[in-house]
């Protein structure tokens, strides 16, 4: 059996970090986010990458991290309005961000992972997203090109995973997780619980291991919430 | 009296029919879901991938991997499933979903919606929302009906970027309720909140609509014509 699972994230990392990569990843704002490998890719200094991903984290939490180190170059993401740092390194143009809205961003990752180049959609057509794209016309509406995204590393978290790279996602952790798994050339999963072979339904896994070639058991599951909301009960 | 957040909130929940998927944007329209007729069976969409919204949690019931769109913490029902945000977004792409609310910053005349920039402030990004007014079926805008500095919101053209061109079917503000039967035709006036006045509105009203409102003497065309 080809081995998966590896010891750590720095092991799991090893010989697939180079300055200047794409890097896709799971999670939607703090929920679902790969955080035991952020924090491996925050130590192993690889710099100047493209980060592709929902949202960018918190100032200290997230893909905050690799932002407060600088090690982030480029963000493709939908919305980015939650990080203090993000804005001034954006600012002062020490960070570029490509807009891609939140629908469009999942199907170019969910494209790229299916082979597919582009696709025509018609969010965003008539807005600035559209400008310089090309568009066309099916059945009288207008629908602009947007190209599937394949990344060099895609990080995910996942809740169970078994050693064949098998992957169930818990609730609404599951996001973007599944199309980040797929784009990446290489994909590295965390998994909250690492479990035996067999022991996941098969009817049950949202991606299969085909798409995930290195496995770690999460280290880091604090699982931070952004807002907090409590429901306000009657007297 | 102007309405307010809640009332505007409660007028746009009457716009909700039986068998309804529903999302609602982050801030006010988030506040549809607490005037929901009762016996009315509607269903609340998040885009991060969550159908069939409940309450927020309890204290011991928050679970770190249950939010809705706004981040906020949030229960399941009975009905709720998960999905993808790819599968999501197929939802609401693919005309699946009956309904959104949303704020703006500005609408015009033609249904342009402007809502996620504002040219040499931070931008934050258009999240979802370019996404959900190109494919939900119907479009109610809840705002202010004039700007922090007392310019009207609802103008002849959107001076702000887009998020979408002729997307808006009904607006919602403090003051008023304007809307148009299909996407083709201009706007109409068709609510005052208790004690604003037709005169009131138009002063306070950039772009072109007609007057519809019930006990007054004939339509009028206030401003200009809306162009279709």
Redesign the interface.
């Known amino acids: 059996m080809v081995q998966k699972v590896y010891p750590d994230a720095a092991a799991a990392l090893d010989g697939l970090l180079r300055d200047g990569m794409t890097v896709a990843a799971g999670g939607?704002?703090?929920?679902?986010i790969p955080e035991t490998l952020i924090d491996a890719l925050v130590a192993s200094g690889v710099g100047g990458m493209t980060a592709v991903s929902?949202n960018a984290g918190v100032d200290d939490f997230g893909l905050g991290k690799l932002l407060r180190t600088r090690q982030i170059r480029k963000m493709v993401?939908?919305?980015?309005?939650e990080n203090k740092e993000f804005?001034r390194q954006?600012?002062s143009g020490e960070l570029e961000?490509e807009?891609s809205?939140?629908?469009?961003?999942?199907?170019r990752?969910?494209a790229g992972g299916a082979g597919i180049p582009g696709f025509y959609?018609?969010?965003?057509?008539?807005?600035?997203?559209a400008e310089g794209k090309e568009t066309r016309d099916f059945d009288g509406e207008t629908y602009v090109l947007e190209r599937g995204i394949v990344a060099d590393l895609a990080i995910v978290k996942a809740?169970k995973g078994d050693p064949y790279g098998n992957l169930v996602?818990?609730?609404?952790?599951?996001?973007?997780?599944?199309?980040a798994a797929t784009c990446g050339r290489v994909t590295v999963a965390e998994v909250e619980h690492l479990v035996g072979p067999g022991e996941l339904e098969p009817d049950q896994i949202?991606t299969p291991g085909v798409f995930v070639q290195r496995l770690i058991l999460a280290t880091a599951n604090e699982?931070?919430?952004?807002?907090?909301?409590?429901?306000?009960?009657a007297a | 009296m102007p309405w307010t957040r809640d009332e505007m909130a409660a007028r746009a929940a009457r716009e909700l029919q039986d068998g309804f998927y529903v999302n609602l944007g982050i801030g006010i329209p988030t506040l549809v879901a607490n005037h929901i007729a009762p016996g009315l069976d509607v269903t609340l969409q998040s885009e991060n991938g969550m159908l069939g919204l409940g309450p927020f949690p309890r204290e011991g019931e928050v679970d770190a991997d249950v939010i809705n769109a706004g981040k906020q913490t949030i229960t399941e029902l009975d009905r709720t499933s998960y999905v993808s945000s790819a599968d999501s977004f197929g939802m609401i792409r693919g005309g699946h979903i009956q309904l959104s609310v949303l704020g703006a910053m500005e609408v015009a005349q033609n249904g342009d919606l402007a809502n996620w920039m504002v040219p040499g402030k931070m931008v934050k990004g258009p999240g979802g929302a370019m996404d959900l007014v190109a494919g939900v079926g119907r479009i109610i805008v809840l705002m202010d009906h004039v700007d922090k500095a007392g310019a009207p919101k609802f103008r002849k053209a959107c001076s702000l970027p887009l998020t979408g061109a002729n997307v808006v079917d009904m607006i919602v503000t403090n003051l008023a309720v304007f809307r148009r039967p299909d996407r083709r035709s201009g706007f109409e006036l068709v609510e005052l909140a208790p004690g604003v006045n037709a005169a009131e509105v138009r002063a306070k009203t950039e772009a072109g609509y007609v007057e519809m409102i019930p006990g007054s003497v004939a339509p009028q065309l206030s401003a200009s014509t809306p162009s279709s």
């Open positions: 939607f704002g703090l929920c679902g929902n993401s939908s919305y980015v309005g804005e954006y600012l961000i807009f809205p939140q629908g469009t961003l999942a199907e990752m969910r959609t018609r969010t965003g057509v008539g807005t600035l997203i809740w996602f818990r609730k609404s952790a599951r996001n973007f997780n599944p199309m949202h699982k931070r919430i952004e807002q907090r909301t409590i429901r306000q009960e």
